[in-house]
């Protein structure tokens, strides 16, 4: 069977999916798989797992203030080791293959080590190779600056890589084999009943992964936004073949146009990771909200949600959310700016969760935001914020509320029984 008009195809492992030989192996039965159907394939694999955090630690430890350059040439090698592994395998079973470095290939990176993006890369070398017949096997993670030296993309930056290579090989598409099957409609450790997306948007992979569901680099998921790169989520730990796309063993992530049914909510995302603060009693005046933002702007300190309400005697109070990380030190900024913002009490709160629906079917169905917010007093939790964006809603309720809450909603917006 062929891959259709134009089988090119990326194939991109993670850590978990290489994480021994005989893992390894089983990667390269995946891949021989793809190239005896007639495709063209492009190999990205990660560092065995745990390779990567090992070396970063022996950088910590030598000096916590590494240089960042020598820190890239360090934990690139990780991916290097599985390249090379990969590219025997294949070769044992009889498939041409050969590894390449990121610097090989090459992928040109900015000089931002550490977390380095990548500026061009000139796949013609890459083409060449496949062309040939010869399966390349390439590292990711990894590039090259303006000055020859190693670069890395930040932690889980192998995506990047992946989506990076599929766009400039205009290949058909960019499978990224991992430890999960897909990306699913919520976490299914809270909710049994969580179904596997079959096709999810980009726009809404961004939104759910920047509340938490983490399968992909958010990067990537930009890049491929931005590229319009088809990538397909799906476990290397299960058979199938990932050429048949009629019966789809994992998560398509595409543009908007391709997904036929829009459902009113696609995913529901917690995190319990952001700390909520109220202003209280500050004056109604013109500038109030700039002095209490600006400070935490300068601190580099991330404000999520805000909400104003009117309090007692002309006095506003200002409720918003930052990560629990900066808690502390956004505390600090605001009661240091008390002369200014002349609040009367400053309340902080460690136990509150976000919970966000998201679903680009929201643009043209209403009433989606009165569905969570009646299902929730129906439980009696009450809504402590509130925000919303074009494609998605989100609230703020008490922390131990959560696993009740979004298995409520998860009923209440029919995902139960999704894909059935
Ligand atoms: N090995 C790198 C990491 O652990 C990159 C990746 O796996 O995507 O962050
Ligand atoms: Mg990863």
Redesign the pocket.
């Known amino acids: 069977m062929s891959c259709g008009a134009a089988p090119r195809i990326v194939m991109k492992f993670?850590?978990t999916s290489v994480s021994n030989l005989d893992r390894i192996r089983k990667v390269a039965q995946t891949v021989k798989r793809q190239v005896e159907v007639g495709c063209e394939v492009a190999v990205v694999v990660?560092?065995m797992?745990g390779?990567?955090?090992q070396l970063v630690e022996y950088c910590q430890t030598l000096n916590p203030l590494f240089d960042s350059c020598e820190y890239d040439s360090i934990?690139a090698t990780?991916?290097q080791v599985t390249s090379g592994l990969l590219a025997i395998a294949l070769q044992t079973m009889g498939i041409k293959a050969r590894s390449w470095a990121g610097w090989q290939v090459p992928i040109l990176t900015d000089d931002a080590h550490g977390k380095a993006r990548i500026n061009q890369i000139d796949a013609s070398a890459l083409i060449r190779c496949m062309k040939e017949g010869i399966v390349p096997v390439v590292a990711?993670?990894q590039g090259v600056d303006h000055c020859n030296r190693v670069s890395?993309?930040?932690?889980?930056?192998?995506?990047?890589?992946a989506v990076a290579l599929a766009a400039s090989l205009k290949a058909t598409r960019c499978d990224i084999y991992t430890d999960v099957d897909g990306i699913y409609t919520t976490d299914p450790r809270i909710v049994k009943k969580a179904k596997r997306i079959k096709a999810i948007a980009y726009e809404e992979m961004l939104e759910l992964a920047s509340v938490g569901a983490k399968v992909l680099?958010t990067r990537s998921v930009e890049l491929a936004m931005k590229e319009q790169v088809r990538v397909q989520v799906l476990s290397s730990f299960e058979d199938h073949d990932s050429s048949k796309e009629e019966c789809l063993p994992g998560s398509l992530v595409v543009s908007e146009d391709e997904i036929v049914e829009k459902e009113q909510v696609t995913g529901i995302a917690y995190s319990l990771n952001e700390a909520k603060i109220v202003v209280k009693g500050i004056p109604d005046l013109p500038g109030i909200a700039s002095s209490i933002f600006a400070p935490l702007a300068e601190a580099n300190i991330n404000v999520d949600m805000i909400v104003q309400s009117s309090g007692t005697n002309q006095t506003t109070d200002m409720t918003f959310t930052v990560p629990k990380t900066d808690l502390l030190r956004a505390k600090d900024i605001l009661e240091k700016a008390q002369n200014i913002i002349k609040f009367n009490q400053l309340i902080t709160d460690e136990n509150v969760v976000k919970i966000s629906v998201v679903g680009i079917g929201m643009r043209s169905h209403t009433g989606v935001a009165n569905i969570m917010f009646k299902t929730l007093a129906e439980r009696s939790i009450n809504v402590q914020v509130i925000s919303t964006s074009e494609i998605k809603v989100s609230v703020i309720v008490a922390a131990e509320y959560v696993e009740l809450a979004v298995r409520a909603l998860h009923t209440a917006y029919g995902l139960d029984k999704m894909n059935d």
Not at 153 to 160: A, E, F, H, K, Y
């Open positions: 993670g850590g990660s560092a797992s390779v990567t955090n934990v990780g991916e990711g993670f890395t993309l930040g932690r889980g930056g192998s995506d990047t890589s680099q």
